[in-house]
T-cell receptor, first 118, second 109 residues
């Protein structure tokens, strides 16, 4: 089945550091990938939709200069949390859909990145 | 607006059956998904419904009524490992995925 790989799985760093998270579709092409954020015991919150070869579409309230998204190829999207602060600590999850398949293809999720800013 | 409603938390007994309901109001409809999410992990896909009726997959079944904007996930022969959050998500007319807040299912021995 479709697999999405997300790296790193956990990051602990000092305030002010920029952190890059990678999301790869391993056995399918994904023209669109999605970045979510999830606080403890809360539901998924869509941050942005990453489109291959074009600018990402950000949800209302998400700072595009804070959360930089690059989708340079059909299998890779990156999220960079710039100048991270403690309030950015969260669980970040990417997902992708195999657009080459039928319309019932679900979104497949990476394993998530737990970001802790000290 | 668009919204997905599901209960916040449910409790059931090991070996029993539990039904988790989901109601939705979206701009268009292109399918409904159920995901399972264990604490600290990413969601995993369980089921997909786009036509009315019941889809069965092992111990898990999912039902959809488009006219009522309603779905349920049925879990049979509950096991302790089924303790997790269950997320209902609807793909709307723009192929955006609208997420429910999730139902935390607690299984007791």
């Amino acid at each position: 089945g479709a697999v999405v790989s997300q790296h790193p799985s956990r990051v602990i760093c000092k305030s002010g550091t920029s952190v890059k998270i990678e999301c790869r579709s391993l056995d399918f092409q994904a023209t669109t990938m999605f970045w979510y954020r999830q606080f403890p015991k809360k539901s998924l919150m869509l941050m942005a939709t990453s489109n291959e070869g074009s600018k990402a579409t950000y949800e209302q309230g998400v700072e595009k200069d804070k959360f930089l998204i690059n989708h340079a190829s059909l299998t890779l999207s990156t999220l960079t949390v710039t100048s991270a602060h403690p309030e950015d600590s969260s669980f970040y999850i990417c997902s992708a859909r195999d657009v080459g398949g039928r319309g019932n293809q679900p979104q497949h999720f990476g394993d998530g990145t737990r970001l802790s800013i000290l | 607006g668009q919204n997905i409603d599901q209960p916040t938390e449910m409790t059931a007994t090991e070996g029993a059956i539990v039904q988790i309901n989901c109601t939705y109001q979206t701009s268009g409809f292109n399918g409904l998904f159920w995901y399972q999410q264990h604490a600290g992990e990413a969601p995993t896909f369980l089921s997909y419904n786009v036509l009315d009726g019941l889809e069965e997959k092992g111990r898990f079944s999912s039902f959809l009524s488009r006219s009522k904007g309603y779905s349920y996930l049925l879990l049979k022969e509950l096991q302790m490992k089924d303790s997790a959050s269950y997320l209902c998500a609807v793909r709307n007319g723009n192929y955006q995925l609208i997420w429910g807040a999730g139902t935390k299912l607690i299984i007791k021995p």
